[in-house]
């Protein structure tokens, strides 16, 4: 028998550490080549770590929530033949002859659910005393505390489903939940269990900040701590543009993505953006330089299982309406199944962010830092309107939109707003040149 060290491979360019998320093994496990062991997050991305051999875990380098530099030892693991020279548990793991980095599979914080290949029957040395399958069913399959072993795959699965991967057993290796394993969960109708009678809840949960959440609450801290926001809220007769926009959906070709507010508002924040420039901005507050961008890269605020990435439509003020729509659909596609790239979600110059039917009736959007303006979209409701003679039912919505008041002034801030409700308000105009 010998060790065999895995070092944390390369996971993209220019990255120096990644952040450890997810454990899918621990020590004593009998793993297998091409088994996932761990889940490391680098930026918004989370790249899967596999085995490049079958083994027995007897070491893990770190805990969830760690950040680990590339190239340190993350598994060691027991195999069969020599393996690689172990070494005194004083001495530099580095100096150890690592195993070839193990190929990674890059995805970003929403993995894409599918199916798990068939995997091959491990060598003779890796055979475990053949243990009977557990029943599937609603009682608890482990003991207290056990965590459940699955796939970033099959975990988005089962909370898609609303399944609790506790109440369900794995008859995959060291217990690990396969895809298997919940349609046969599925098929038995499992449901959750009840609560029997009232009772008071005394129970603290600790969740440990980790991964995109982390990193999320790290940038709302930073906007929020060194941003003072001004947010300006206007009402929108959407009245007209809806019409145009049912209009154009009921006349587009088969190959034209479907029309939503979105597109009509990107281009008129770009024509707003023509007449103050300054607003399609990021602020480097510590050298107190304002980088005004002649390209205006709107982020739209998307929310995945895993939290909240903004993907980036490019080159807005270049795109017709029909063709900022089918952007807005790619990106927001890419950022729910885990494709996005890192491009994709990075270079933003001014970010809407909308909360679709429950966007509410006013928000305060956080600024998305270094940007100084953040457009938000809220619901649309039919208001009676007074019309100098009658009340009159209207499609009334509110933009609430903050802006960085270092940098942009309040009367700059209201001047913007309302251009952008004339052009929505008369939505012919949004397709006038000049």
Not at 32 to 49: F, H, P, Q, S, Y
């Amino acid at each position: 028998m010998g060790e065999y060290v895995i070092k944390l491979p390369d996971v993209g360019e220019g990255v120096a550490e990644a952040e450890l998320v997810e454990w899918n093994v621990k020590i004593g496990d009998l793993v297998r080549e091409d088994m996932v062991l761990a889940a490391v997050m680098t930026d918004k991305a989370t790249v899967e770590i596999p085995s490049p051999v079958d083994g027995e875990i007897i070491w893990l380098g770190g805990e969830i929530g760690q950040v680990l530099a590339i190239g340190s030892p993350l598994v060691r693991l027991k195999i069969e033949g020599e393996g690689h020279a172990a070494e005194p548990e004083s001495a530099k793991p580095a100096k150890a002859e690592a195993a070839p980095a193990p190929k990674v599979e890059q995805k970003v914080v929403a993995p894409k659910p599918q199916e798990e290949k068939p995997k091959p029957k491990p060598a003779s040395v890796m055979e475990a005393a053949p243990v009977a399958p557990r029943a599937f069913g609603v009682g608890a399959p482990r003991s207290e505390g056990e965590k459940p072993l699955a796939s970033p795959a099959v975990r988005l699965r089962a909370r898609e489903a609303g399944v609790d991967l506790r109440q369900v057993s794995g008859t995959g290796p060291a217990g690990r939940i396969t895809h298997e394993d919940l349609e046969a969960y599925f098929a038995r109708g499992a449901q959750k269990l009840g609560i029997a009678a009232l009772a008071p809840d005394t129970s603290v949960k600790e969740v440990k900040v980790v991964g995109l959440r982390r990193k999320i609450a790290e940038k709302m801290a930073i906007a929020k701590s060194h941003i003072p926001h001004i947010t300006y809220v206007e009402e929108i007769d959407v009245t007209s543009l809806e019409e145009l926009r049912a209009t154009l959906n009921s006349k587009k070709r088969a190959d034209q993505p479907k029309l939503t507010i979105l597109p009509f508002l990107m281009r008129a924040m770009v024509k707003a953006i023509a007449d103050q420039p300054h607003l399609n901005a990021l602020y480097d507050d510590e050298a107190n330089i304002i980088h005004q961008h002649g390209g205006v890269h709107i982020g739209i605020a998307a929310q995945t299982p895993n939290g909240l990435v903004v993907p980036v439509v490019k080159h807005a003020e270049a795109r017709t309406l029909w063709d900022c729509a089918a952007e807005v659909n790619l990106l927001a596609d890419a950022a729910k199944t885990g494709s996005a790239t890192r491009e994709q979600l990075s270079g933003s110059t001014i970010t809407i962010t909308s909360l679709g039917s429950m966007g509410g009736v006013v928000t305060t959007p956080v600024i998305n830092y270094p940007e100084v303006a953040i457009i938000g979209v809220n619901k649309i409701m039919v208001r009676p309107v007074w019309d100098g003679t009658n009340f009159i039912p209207r499609k009334m919505m509110n933009l609430s939109s903050s802006f960085d008041h270092r940098v942009i002034d309040g009367w700059d801030a209201a001047v913007f707003i309302q251009r952008i409700k004339i052009l929505l308000e008369t939505p012919a105009l949004i397709f006038v040149e000049g």
